[in-house]
């Protein structure tokens, strides 16, 4: 009725969410340094978003890296810039799309997975046995999961940069007749530390915030199956979009130091 | 003196899941020791007030102590200390399915007390053994167990760190009558060898009288009766009459529209 009204309890109901949701955050990351940890629970998520992630990560980098050298060699065609295609690619790849596909494509397996797998158990009560087990549920499943994620997203990046280069580097020497050594030593001479540091740093923080997501929205799903398809859906969109939007700020940070 | 505090004390609960009331100033003593079987119709909260009790429902209003410690108004973190004395087994099990049954029965022990894994895990196989499992069960995972093996498993979960205070939701529902009376032999041994003070939910009126020194019956949210459970069957209360009976009619009416 009332559209100001509307809009301002709108505004409040998002404010209020995102309050829960970085104080969970909080809670989970609290939970690395106030035992007890939980080892098992810890190299079982290590397991399953890094070493798993790892086919898919390979993929996407790969044909990521070879499409791009083509679009840089046809660009930089125009203005007589096709030779800087190893300094363009390395850049873009490591700064840019190692850290951000990679992020899409685990959030897409593991903060799907993670909503999913602790929704299933909330609304089947699980969670709530897990307390009267003398166990904390947060520190079993939320802690253990969101550093897990932290820790294998800059090693899936660093995975991400190398594979990606390759793909552009196959397409420079097999289809655009440049030499091996020269896109290999001008890449070299090229990057810096910084470059893949900011894109390893991203990696982390893309890591964090999306298993943050996946715990948040599990972890409170309400309301049995239909419960937990909607906590999916939300963790992987809400992940996504957080992922981008944490990527403009980083980029715009690292730039200005 | 301490020999007067109930184990259990709830005053004046209440709880409201989205405007409707499920308990309305429910009020429970009960002493060390002794065995509760709560009945009530399907629906009335007897879920939700062991739920409040265990701490993982909020009440809305009213008192809860343990030991005459009150356990709503404390931190998250000591009341699940208090709490970590109750055993419950949950009406759906509610067993770890990434786990395997073993790993289930030892989950306290392992993961509660830090105990080394083979100690818990020979710790769960007598439990298993218990609830007449055999050891080899204890290799499955969850999802492959049928519904009363489920249901077993999550006694032995239940009883496997020997607590003071035991929650039973409905332990033998779906078992058959001899698994049932099996279970039932075993509720009561446990609690009366760990002493422990046990409340049960149950439907099953046999199963009742096996394991309650006492009955209440729960309509409305609130206790409406409550006596020994050898009286159950001539209380001379029309509604507890009606439901030990099975009737369709009399005081107690089956809301069939939507509340
Ligand atoms: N988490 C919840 N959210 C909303 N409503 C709930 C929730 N838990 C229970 N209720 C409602 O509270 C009421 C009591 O539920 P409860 O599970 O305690 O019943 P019960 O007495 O255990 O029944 P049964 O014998 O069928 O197990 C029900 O009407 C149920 O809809
Ligand atoms: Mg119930």
Not at chain 2, 227 to 248: C, K, L, W, Y
């Amino acid at each position: 009725m009332n559209v100001f009204a509307a809009t301002g309890r709108g505004t409040l109901a998002v404010v209020r969410e995102v309050g829960r949701i970085a104080q969970f955050a909080a809670r989970g990351a609290v939970g690395w340094a106030a035992g007890p940890f939980y080892w098992r629970a810890f190299l079982n998520a290590l397991m399953r978003i890094g070493f798993n992630s790892l086919p898919v990560i390979g993929l996407t980098a790969i044909f990521t890296g070879a499409a791009l050298a083509l679009n840089i060699y046809e660009g930089g065609a125009r203005f007589n810039a096709e030779t800087f295609l190893p300094q363009i690619l390395g850049v873009s790849i490591v700064r840019e799309l190692g850290p951000v596909l990679a992020a899409l494509m685990v959030s897409g397996r593991s903060a799907s997975a993670m909503a999913a797998e602790l929704g299933a158990m909330r609304v089947s009560d699980q969670i709530d046995a897990m307390s009267t087990l003398a166990v904390d549920p947060f520190k079993y499943l939320v802690s253990p999961r969101m550093l897990a994620a932290t820790i294998a997203l800059p090693v899936l990046v660093l995975v991400a940069d190398i594979i990606g280069v390759y793909g552009g580097y196959l397409v420079a020497v097999h289809a655009l007749d440049f030499s091996g050594t020269v896109f290999i030593r001008n890449l070299w001479e090229f990057l810096t530390n910084d470059d893949i540091v900011s894109g390893l740093i991203k990696a982390a923080v893309f890591g964090f915030l999306l298993s943050a997501m996946g715990c948040y929205y599990g972890y409170n799903s309400r309301g049995g199956a239909q419960g937990v398809g909607a906590a999916t859906r939300s963790a992987v969109v809400g992940s996504a979009v957080l992922i981008l939007a944490a990527n403009y700020l980083l980029t715009s940070l690292f730039i200005r130091v | 003196m301490p020999g007067d505090t109930p184990k259990i004390s709830i005053r004046g609960l209440e709880k409201a899941f989205n405007g409707k009331p499920v308990l309305r100033g429910l009020d429970l003593d009960l002493a060390p020791g002794r065995s509760l079987v709560v009945i009530g119709m399907s629906g009335t909260g007897k879920s939700v007030l062991l739920k409040c009790v265990l701490g993982v429902i909020q009440p809305d209003r009213g008192r809860i102590a343990i030991d005459g410690v009150d356990i709503v108004r404390l931190s998250e973190s000591r009341r699940a200390r208090m709490t970590r004395q109750i055993g419950m087994l949950f009406q759906g099990a509610a067993l770890f399915d990434s786990l395997k049954v073993w790993e289930n029965v030892a989950f306290r022990l392992i993961y509660g007390e830090r105990r080394p894994r083979r100690e818990a895990r020979q710790t769960a196989v007598d439990c298993l053994a218990q609830v007449g499992l055999a050891p080899e069960v204890g290799e499955l995972s969850p999802a492959e167990l049928s519904g009363g093996m489920q249901k077993r498993v999550a006694l032995a979960r239940a009883i496997a760190a020997e607590p003071s205070i035991l929650f039973f939701d409905e332990p033998t529902t779906g078992l058959d009558p001899i698994t049932a009376d099996v279970i039932n032999s075993l509720i009561s041994d446990r609690t009366r060898a760990l002493g422990a003070t046990a409340i049960s939910i149950t439907h099953d009126l046999v199963s009742a009288r096996k394991i309650a020194d006492e009955i209440a019956m729960l309509h409305q949210g609130q206790i409406i009766w409550r006596g020994p459970a050898s009286e159950i069957m001539n209380t001379g209360n029309p509604m507890v009459d009606q439901f030990v009976h099975g009737r369709a009619d009399g005081p107690i009416h089956m809301t069939m529209r939507r509340a």
